[in-house]
């Protein structure tokens, strides 16, 4: 099988501007989730999606957001880019609510 | 609330010596564990979890991990550690109860340096 893949893998930005990041899971994954890795802050919780809905959300302000489309393939939008933005942005999928998380490589943003 | 404790920032181990990296954890329903591995620029790789049955798991690279309920640990072991071990490695927990909403709560992680 597939592993989790993500696009782009590199991604510069610069302030005030948006980014749609991309995730494909594991086929038969039907839950995707969303962290942001940073040297500082360590792994952050973004959202979780399982078919097609929200099931739980980090504390993040409402310029992050995500979707999940009916193949399980999920995106996550962050408008009006911040310096602070600039980080490793993980994507994991899991076969069910209880399942193992198993991460895609990551997309490395950096705004300028 | 539910939480994961990696009391560690850092370990320091000679090559060929056992390595602990130690995870403490809370949950209210039982706990489903899992340790995970990350290389510099990587993405998280699975190494090994806990559901339920004997308490000493198995996983990838010879890591090993005890779950102890009535410490509410899980910590991650290695009877010889390699150079190539030196990483930063995750514990992870999930409530399972009915009233979870099963979400997975990370530990800070632990940078594991293994001196030649």
């Known amino acids: 099988k597939a592993g989790v893949t993500q696009t782009p893998r590199y991604l510069i930005k610069t302030r005030g501007q948006q980014v749609t990041l991309s995730c494909s899971p594991i086929s038969g994954h039907r839950s995707v989730s969303w962290y942001q890795q940073t040297p500082g802050q360590g792994l952050q919780f973004l959202f979780e999606?399982?078919?097609?809905?929200?099931?739980n959300k980090g504390n993040f302000p409402g310029r992050f957001s995500g979707r999940q489309f009916s193949n399980s393939r999920s995106e996550m939008n962050v408008s009006t880019l911040e310096l602070g933005d600039s980080a490793l942005y993980l994507c994991?999928?899991?076969?069910?609510?209880?399942?193992?998380?198993?991460f895609g490589p990551g997309t490395r943003l950096l705004v300028l | 609330a539910q939480s994961v404790a990696q009391p560690e920032d850092q370990v320091n181990v000679a090559e060929g010596n056992p390595l602990t990296v130690k995870c403490t954890y809370s949950v209210s329903g039982n706990p489903y564990l899992f340790w995970y591995v990350q290389y510099p620029n990587r993405g998280l790789q699975f190494l090994l979890k806990?559901?339920?049955?004997d308490n000493l798991v198995k996983g990838s690279y010879g890591f090993e991990a005890e779950f102890n309920k009535s410490q509410t640990s899980f910590h991650l072991k290695k009877p010889s550690a390699l150079v190539s071990d030196s990483a930063l490695y995750f514990c992870a927990v999930r409530d399972s109860g009915r009233d979870s909403n099963y979400q997975l709560i990370w530990g800070a992680g632990t940078k594991l340096i293994i001196k030649p």
């Open positions: 994991a999928s899991t076969s069910g609510l209880l399942g193992t998380q198993y």
């Open positions: 999606y399982f078919s097609e809905t929200q099931r």
């Open positions: 806990y559901i339920t049955g």
